[in-house]
Every structure is written in structure tokens, then in C-alpha cells.
């Protein structure tokens, strides 16, 4: 596997400001990052549950997987992009069930490219978060 940028840090600086005006929604790259290690359907799904739940935070982790799959095309690996409702639990099995077949290679290579996307969110979230505004809200 051979590194390449991507431009991530340009896209992750980018969601933070895009995102940072809402509160305690760019804390949320910290939660991403975490995230991660749990794969790719879990962070897919997390904002099928924020949608719902806390518009502005979903709407954060939707740009941010968007963002992604962009940046995975460029990898030539394909990952689903369409806006699924959380009331579509056909949709939702059927994008689950295509981040699970995906060959280990391209979930490795994707991992590996999330966690250094999602560190690059954290670190301009540092950079840019509001003063008093914790980084868990």
C-alpha cells in the first residue's frame, strides 16, 4: 500500500468550518475518530441515529461520509454514497451488507485512510472550536 494524501487535511478543514458555527457539532471528530475502530458500517450508521435524534450532528457525519467516499473513489475503491432514511431498514441492510463484502484489502486501505481523515477533523477541531464550547458537545 502506498500513501497517498488525498488531500484530507484540506476536506477535513474544510467540514470543520463548514460545520463549527452549529453548536457542538464539530466535538463530534472526536466521537469519529473513535468510531473507526469499530469499522466502516458502524461509522456509516452513526448518522442514521444522529439524523434522527440531533439534525445538526448527523448532518455533520453525513458530510463527513460523503466526503469520504469521495475520497475513496480516487482510491478506486466504491462505497455506497446515497442518503438513506434511519425508517428505511431495507436500505439500510442492503448498505451494511455492502460495506461487509467489500475484500479485507479495501477495508484495511479504508480504515487506514478514515483514521488519518478523522485525525485530521480532531486536529482542526482543536484548532477551530469556539471558546467554551467542550469538545462533547
Known amino acids: 500500500m ?8 484540506q476536506e477535513a478543514q474544510r467540514l470543520v468550518l463548514k460545520h463549527r458555527d452549529q453548536k457542538g457539532v464539530i466535538g463530534q471528530s472526536h466521537k469519529m475518530r473513535i468510531t473507526v475502530a469499530f469499522g466502516l458500517e458502524r461509522f456509516w450508521g452513526e448518522q442514521l441515529r444522529l439524523l434522527e435524534k440531533e439534525p445538526p450532528k448527523g448532518q455533520y457525519w453525513r458530510d463527513t ?3 469520504f467516499t469521495k475520497i475513496m473513489q480516487q ?27 467489500l475484500p479485507i484489502e479495501d477495508q484495511r ?20 472550536k469556539k471558546s467554551g464550547v467542550g469538545d462533547d458537545e
Open 2 to 9: 502506498t500513501w497517498k494524501s488525498y488531500d484530507l487535511d
Open 65 to 67: 461520509w460523503k466526503s
Open 75 to 101: 482510491a478506486g475503491i466504491k462505497l455506497p454514497q446515497e442518503d438513506v432514511s434511519n425508517n428505511n431498514t431495507a436500505k439500510i441492510q442492503e448498505v451494511a451488507a455492502e460495506l461487509w463484502k
Open 109 to 128: 486501505i479504508c480504515l487506514a485512510v478514515l483514521t488519518q481523515f478523522c485525525d485530521s477533523l480532531v486536529w482542526w477541531t482543536q484548532r477551530y
